[in-house]
């Protein structure tokens, strides 16, 4: 049963073939975009033209419509006239992968246009750092703030429902008065990026430290804590894991206002990169740009969560190498320390 | 019916020895003192009484149980008494001392295993006596101690999931006495546990309170637990929880699991069944009968 042992519901795939789809997602897009870009005859709706021949509007190195170019051709050929030559090629936005491929080095390597232009690092340099005060700052009082919320009903009914109203407020609409009060630098960026983070932050984190098992709270209540101990040993170490995860999706969205935020006063960043590659019509380092945003999102990720594991070992998996002893047969008589038992039992009350 | 029952003693009576324990037991101070205990709460058909009329003296060292069948209100009675729920009427006392609220006199173990996954063995052990204000080397020294006792030494730098079910619920009760409460509150602590595994846990908990100085109520639907383990036993009935009939155990002690064939036991375990399940009505219980059998096919 092939088709079961890849196929089959809710089924766990060995370690090799969960490897091999992983692969395979990345792959499989990239090979529909390499054939469309190099089996001629799929698409390629322009033809590039080499030698104009009789046709005056026509010149070597301009692409033209396919139906533009054949109907050329036979005008041509009816009058007798010398034919345009040329063969099909993809329109310029859509490079083939080896283009794309090389930009991802060239673009750093190539100077700017104008001496002022940042480099390529500088221009992702600059979109990092909007992104990550944007976030710190968001964080630093979205975090406590949703804690309260979570913990707290009086918090939770006080800030809530503004902040739900808030939250549909799209962040790009706040874009002019952000320059209005903050200027056109990156204040007006950073604000962008903590509208459009901090209100759903406060909302997810409430949830999840919702989600505390009361039962925790209790027992911690019958082992004597209180108040303030509750919240800081009991509440924020039952959902730091799950606020941690929570943090690692709201950076992602983070980068979804980034561009949004960039284009805000004067253009910076990244965007302002691919805006200028657009106008060059250099799309390869178009391509390449977005890519290394996908690529810088999804490595800070994984970093993260490989940073998580050693920050939360409480939420690793039993190592198959460690062996837990099995005491379930020992004897709890032997293994009494007599220190404790003589401090706790007292002569007059001991059992008969 | 093709079978003799067994002819059982009463279950009032009691060998010279167990009826001096209970003399002692009852000359022992009063450790919890719940009078008139009574706690309702509003439903949409109006106020539904939980239970009421529950009076309870618990004396030093002795091990009580509460059993009754599920809605009897026994959960919310111990809840209360841990300070986890407010009674609508009544007063409980610890040592003379109303109950307010959660406090250390009170340690609680419950059915869930409520141990922080954040915190290894040992420092769930640890965690009332940090709440208590001690320094953490003396705190350290103190759950190591406790661990041992429960026989969990060997474990104290796991965390809570790579236990078994057993292991995290002596780890519970080693937290909860680490605090020396005065009372030791245990809500159905074995229920979740598999039938061979909440047999070690009874002899392990009866080996460590005969160590520990230490008065536990212990709630069970569990007759054979309530039988096994309890000084008295107090029946609850439900529809308005109440408390039907509390009962001596007639078992000597030490206990052993040999007992539980002793003309004592099965008596006691006899009256319990007929307090909680009350006369069974064979009619009642029957399904209708359908037939799906070939002939020749049918069992008894």
């Known amino acids: 049963m092939v088709l079961r042992d890849w196929l089959g519901l809710r089924h766990e795939l060995p370690r090799r073939r969960r490897l091999l789809l992983m692969v395979m997602s990345f792959v499989l897009p990239l090979a529909l975009w390499a054939l469309v870009s190099y089996v001629p005859w799929l698409w390629h709706p322009l033809v590039h033209i080499t030698n104009a021949g009789s046709v005056d509007y026509l010149a070597p190195g301009m692409d033209v419509d396919g139906a533009v170019f054949a109907r050329e051709t036979a005008a041509a050929q009816k009058a007798g006239l010398a034919l345009p030559e040329g063969y099909r090629v993809n329109p310029l936005y859509l490079p083939p992968p080896h283009k794309v491929a090389r930009a991802f080095v060239t673009a750093f390597t190539t100077p700017p246009r104008l001496p002022n232009e940042p480099w390529l690092h500088q221009s992702l340099g ?3 750092r909007t992104i990550l005060w944007g976030f710190a700052i968001s964080s630093l009082f979205g975090v406590p703030l949703g804690i309260l919320c979570g913990t707290y009903r009086f918090f939770a009914k006080l800030q809530e429902p503004f902040i739900e109203f808030f939250r549909y407020l799209p962040a790009p609409a706040f874009g002019a008065l952000c320059v209005a ?7 007006p960026k950073i604000a962008i990026i903590v509208i459009g983070t901090f209100f759903q932050q406060v909302l997810v984190i409430a949830n999840t430290v919702r989600k505390v098992d009361p039962a925790l709270i209790e027992a911690a209540q019958t082992l004597g804590g209180k108040g303030w101990q509750l919240v800081w040993r009991v509440v924020i170490p039952a959902s730091i894991t799950d606020i941690y995860t929570d943090m690692r999706i709201l950076l992602g969205w983070a980068w979804t206002y980034l561009i949004v935020a960039e284009v805000v006063g004067t253009m910076s960043g990244i965007t302002f990169f691919i805006n200028q590659q657009a106008r060059y019509r250099n799309f390869d380092n178009v391509y390449a740009a977005i890519g290394m945003i996908g690529i810088i999102g999804l490595t800070s990720d994984i970093l993260l969560a490989w940073l998580g594991t050693g920050l939360f070992p409480w939420k690793r998996r039993v190592r198959s190498g460690k062996k837990i002893p099995v005491v379930e047969a020992i004897p709890i008589a032997p293994a009494v320390d007599p220190a404790v038992s003589a401090a706790k039992t007292v002569t007059g009350n001991a059992k008969s | 019916m093709s079978y003799t029952p067994l002819k059982l003693p009463d279950y009032h009576e009691q060998s010279p020895d167990v009826a001096d324990r209970f003399r002692r037991i009852r000359e022992r101070p009063v450790v919890l003192k719940v009078s008139d205990l009574r706690k309702t ?5 109006g106020l539904q009484v939980a239970f009421e009329n529950v009076s309870l003296d618990i004396h030093r060292r002795e091990f009580l149980c ?3 069948p599920s809605g009897c209100g026994k ?9 986890l729920d407010h009674a609508s009427g009544g007063e409980i006392l610890v040592d003379g001392h109303p109950v307010s609220g959660p406090g250390q006199d009170r340690g609680m173990v419950f059915q869930g295993y409520t141990l922080f996954p954040w915190r290894t063995v040992k420092e769930n052990v640890m965690f009332g006596l940090e709440m208590g204000g001690k320094d953490v080397d003396h705190a350290d ?7 041992e006792m429960v026989g969990l030494g060997k474990v104290e730098n796991s965390y809570p999931h790579e236990l ?3 292991m995290k619920q002596r780890v519970a009760i080693a937290r909860a006495l680490a605090n020396e409460p005065r009372i030791l509150l245990m809500d159905e602590p074995f229920g979740a546990l598999d039938a061979l595994t909440r047999c070690k846990m009874q002899s392990y908990l009866l080996q460590i309170w005969k160590k520990v100085n230490v008065t536990i109520l212990f709630i069970t639907h569990d007759l054979d637990e309530a039988c096994y383990l309890a000084d008295r036993i107090v029946v609850m009935g439900a529809n308005p929880g109440r408390i039907v009939e509390v009962i001596e155990n007639p078992v000597p002690r030490p206990r052993t699991v040999a007992q539980l064939l002793s003309p004592e036991f099965l008596t006691l375990k006899h009256r319990l069944d007929e307090l909680i399940h009350g006369p069974v009505d064979a009619e009642e219980e029957k399904l209708p009968v359908i037939k799906l059998t ?3 096919d049918e069992v008894e």
């Open chain 1, 126 to 128: 600059h979109s990092i």
């Open chain 2, 294 to 296: 070939e002939a020749g």
């Open chain 1, 181 to 187: 009060i903050l200027g056109i630098d990156d204040p």
């Open chain 2, 41 to 45: 709460f509003g439903t949409e058909e």
């Open chain 2, 66 to 68: 509460i059993i009754g």
């Open chain 2, 164 to 166: 078994s079910g057993g």
């Open chain 2, 75 to 83: 959960s919310t009675l111990i809840r209360i008494v841990a300070g």
């Open chain 2, 141 to 147: 020294s103190e759950a190591r101690q406790w661990l």
